[in-house]
């Protein structure tokens, strides 16, 4: 409602991003439940196809926030890297960097190893190292849309449910088109006094689910443990047997 067009029907547009979030939603469902085939079986080819429905997800969800139609921009991350398809009016691929996304994969990967053999299985950056946190039992961090696994980790032991962190992260994407009604109003404006704004939402996607993401693994759970509706369900998707 925040990005609807000036004339536009107020119900219209209300059904529109409703109808548009629900198909978005229910595709990144879809790929959690390809995570737990890759959980139960073992078998990697499961994760590809989950990731590029998470990311048609997660895409219809940024356009209905965004008052766009559901076709109109695809995106799919690796990483901290954003590759985005314009498919309305002219047809254009762009790349762009999500900063807060960059600044938590250098977190991941102090005194760890980039696990590469890996990271091209799932499409995200893997690192391994030999704790994950000083007194803890964790097999698996996620942060953003980096993973961290201890070194003796292999398989679908703790992958599956860190993966899962990743897309509750990705599926929180539509709060950055709360601010998109500003960027499209006042952006062009401001780029003429600060050109270094302009320069910057060319290279940068400002990733705020990150933000977002990070407050509410906080409130769901605060001990840092294994409660949390958050690790539920990372548990009930990533686990080989259904808690």
Same mark, same amino acid.
């Given at each position: 409602?925040?990005?609807?067009?000036?004339?536009?029907?107020?119900?219209?547009?209300?059904?529109?991003?409703?109808?548009?979030?629900?198909?978005?939603?229910?595709?990144?469902?879809?790929?959690?439940?390809?995570?737990?085939?890759?959980?139960?079986?073992?078998? !990697?080819?499961?994760?590809?196809?989950?990731?590029?429905?998470?990311?048609?997800?997660?895409?219809?969800?940024?356009?209905?926030?965004?008052?766009?139609?559901?076709?109109?921009?695809?995106?799919?991350?690796?990483?901290?890297?954003?590759?985005?398809?314009?498919?309305?009016?002219?047809?254009?691929?762009? !790349?762009?960097?999500?900063?807060?996304?960059?600044?938590?994969?250098?977190?991941?990967?102090?005194?760890?190893?980039?696990?590469?053999?890996?990271?091209?299985?799932?499409?995200?950056?893997?690192?391994?190292?030999?704790?994950?946190?000083?007194?803890?039992?964790?097999?698996?961090?996620?942060?953003?849309?980096?993973?961290?696994?201890?070194?003796?980790?292999?398989?679908?032991?703790?992958?599956?449910?860190?993966?899962?962190?990743?897309?509750?992260?990705?599926?929180?994407?539509?709060?950055?088109?709360?601010?998109?009604?500003?960027?499209?109003?006042?952006?062009?404006?401001?780029?003429?006094?600060?050109?270094?704004?302009?320069?910057?939402?060319?290279?940068?996607?400002?990733?705020?689910?990150?933000?977002?993401?990070?407050?509410?693994?906080?409130?769901?759970?605060?001990?840092?443990?294994?409660?949390?509706?958050?690790?539920?369900?990372?548990?009930?998707?990533?686990?080989?047997?259904?808690?």
């Amino acid at each position: 409602m925040i990005n609807k067009e000036p004339g536009e029907k107020f119900g219209k547009t209300l059904l529109r991003g409703m109808g548009q979030g629900a198909l978005g939603g229910y595709l990144v469902f879809e790929s959690k439940r390809l995570v737990r085939e890759f959980a139960k079986s073992g078998d !990697y080819n499961y994760v590809w196809p989950s990731k590029i429905v998470n990311s048609a997800g997660t895409s219809i969800i940024e356009n209905a926030a965004a008052n766009r139609d559901f076709w109109a921009r695809w995106h799919l991350n690796i990483g901290f890297n954003r590759i985005e398809v314009n498919t309305k009016d002219n047809f254009k691929i762009s !790349y762009r960097i999500m900063p807060f996304d960059l600044a938590a994969t250098v977190y991941h990967s102090v005194n760890s190893r980039l696990d590469w053999n890996t990271s091209m299985k799932v499409g995200t950056f893997v690192f391994r190292s030999k704790i994950i946190m000083e007194n803890s039992q964790y097999r698996g961090a996620a942060f953003g849309n980096s993973i961290r696994l201890l070194e003796r980790i292999e398989g679908n032991i703790a992958l599956p449910h860190e993966i899962i962190h990743t897309y509750q992260y990705e599926q929180l994407s539509g709060v950055n088109g709360f601010l998109f009604d500003f960027e499209k109003k006042y952006k062009h404006k401001i780029a003429k006094k600060i050109p270094a704004i302009e320069i910057y939402h060319k290279i940068f996607y400002t990733d705020y689910n990150l933000l977002l993401n990070s407050i509410i693994s906080y409130i769901a759970n605060p001990n840092r443990d294994a409660s949390g509706f958050y690790e539920k369900e990372a548990r009930y998707y990533g686990s080989k047997f259904i808690p």
